[in-house]
């Protein structure tokens, strides 16, 4: 008894250390999010801050160099990381998800190298796995190995990573790959250049005659064809939660943002009969609506978080009732963090005013950012997976969205 209280203390310290680094990368990317956002480049120097800060091995095991957080823990680093820069917190989110990926599909024998190089090499991971836009990404046999072809429209991350993680298909069958980016015939098209979330590397790109080798095929080529298991798709929960994460926080950044810049530069209205901005009664209703709306949805975030974690401790065995519980959970966060993080973004200048609006302050980035990604999928979709578990208990059909 002694030993596993020591060791959930030991995980927790490890935890609010991880959260104050995460503290501190936030504050630094916030200071210079307005510039970094209208400069578009790609965020070569943000992953490295986010290296040297400790924070992109903090899911691996202790033993490896990691600090042994679970992935709920992780994701709280994302939301963190939020408050500063959405574009760099869906980044990191994402990257999270990708590190998780080899222990659903890998033999652990893959599962454990990858994550022992994650840990002492301090990886970021892409992903070119969106299933949406462009050929598919087509896996065929090549003498002894293997050769993948095709384009995908949407791939963050991809030409900044150390490695990617990928989805191809292979024989009518979904496979996963993980590949180091500077592999053979693989392109990244340099064409991301979306209203919001500027700084996530997001566009096409393509893989042209790339070899690929027998262990770089996640649970071996044996595994295409063969029936996922529950445990299984919780991947796609593993990314939801990850954008669950990254929108509340950026709300929660984005008011602090606003009030902060209130309290500074903002005047009382001219017929309130007030001295200061700070006192008008319209304001700190609004204030106070928003406040209330973040912290629920940030709660719900916490149970989405809580849930998935559940559901990755208690192990292969998950049934498919267990699984879809879990998939509701996060479908409930992701349809209020939405509803919640776009209310907030639209409603800050009703209490900064319209000098706020300036232009070299970039206070719209915030909504830019999340308009951007919540329709990465149509958020109506999760309510009605929500509404038919209640109604009918259907439980959400697993694909790469739900």
């Known amino acids: 008894m002694t030993a596993t209280v020591s060791s959930d203390a030991d995980q927790q310290a490890r935890f609010a250390d991880a959260l104050r680094r995460a ?19 790609d965020p070569i120097a943000e992953i490295d801050l986010l290296r040297q800060a400790d924070l992109l091995q903090v899911g691996e095991p202790v033993e490896y160099g990691g600090s042994g957080l679970n992935y709920a823990q992780s994701q709280q680093i994302t939301r ?27 033999t652990p024998e893959q599962a454990g190298e990858i994550s022992r190089g994650n840990a002492q090499e301090r990886r970021f991971w892409g992903g070119v796995q969106n299933p949406r836009g462009g050929s598919a990404l087509e896996l065929t046999r090549d ?30 069958n979904l496979v996963f790959l993980a590949l180091p980016r500077d592999i053979e015939g693989f392109r990244a098209l340099g064409d991301w250049d979306n209203i919001g979330q500027r700084l996530t590397d997001s566009g096409g790109v393509e893989f042209v005659n790339t070899p690929v080798d ?24 593993h990314w939801q939660l990850a954008f669950v994460n990254f929108y509340i926080g950026t709300a929660q950044g984005a008011l602090e943002e606003a009030l902060d810049w209130t309290k500074l530069n903002a005047s009382a209205w001219e017929t309130s009969g007030l001295e200061v901005a700070t006192d008008d009664p319209y304001i700190l209703e609004l204030v106070g609506e928003l406040t209330a709306q973040t ?16 559901a990755l401790d208690f192990g292969p065995e998950l049934t498919a009732e267990q699984r879809a519980e879990t998939a509701v959970a996060i479908a409930e966060a992701k349809y209020l963090t939405t509803k919640v993080s776009l209310e ?16 070299a302050y970039g206070f719209d980035r915030h909504w830019r950012n999340l308009r951007t990604h919540t329709v990465h999928d149509p958020v109506a979709y999760k309510a009605r997976e929500v509404g038919d578990w209640e109604l009918n208990r259907r439980a959400p059909q697993f694909s790469l969205y739900s």
Do not use: M
């Open 23 to 41: 503290d501190l990368v936030a504050a630094e990317l916030r200071a210079t999010a307005a510039q970094r956002d209208r400069a578009n480049a």
């Open 80 to 106: 963190r990381i939020a408050r500063g820069d959405t574009s760099i917190a869906h980044l990191l989110g994402y990257h999270y998800a990708q590190q998780r990926i080899p222990h659903l599909f890998g």
């Open 143 to 172: 003498g002894e190995g293997y050769r993948l072809n095709g384009r995908r429209t949407f791939a963050s991350g991809a030409s900044v990573a150390d490695w990617l993680s990928v989805t191809a298909v292979f024989d009518g």
């Open 214 to 237: 027998g262990a770089q095929i996640l649970g071996g080529i044996e595994s295409a064809g063969k029936e996922l298991s529950a445990y299984q798709t919780l991947v796609t929960p």
């Open 295 to 310: 912290t629920a949805a940030a709660l719900l975030a916490d149970r989405a978080g809580d849930a998935l974690q559940a």
């Open 344 to 359: 907030v973004a639209s409603r800050l200048f009703e209490i900064q005013g319209a000098r706020a609006t300036t232009s």
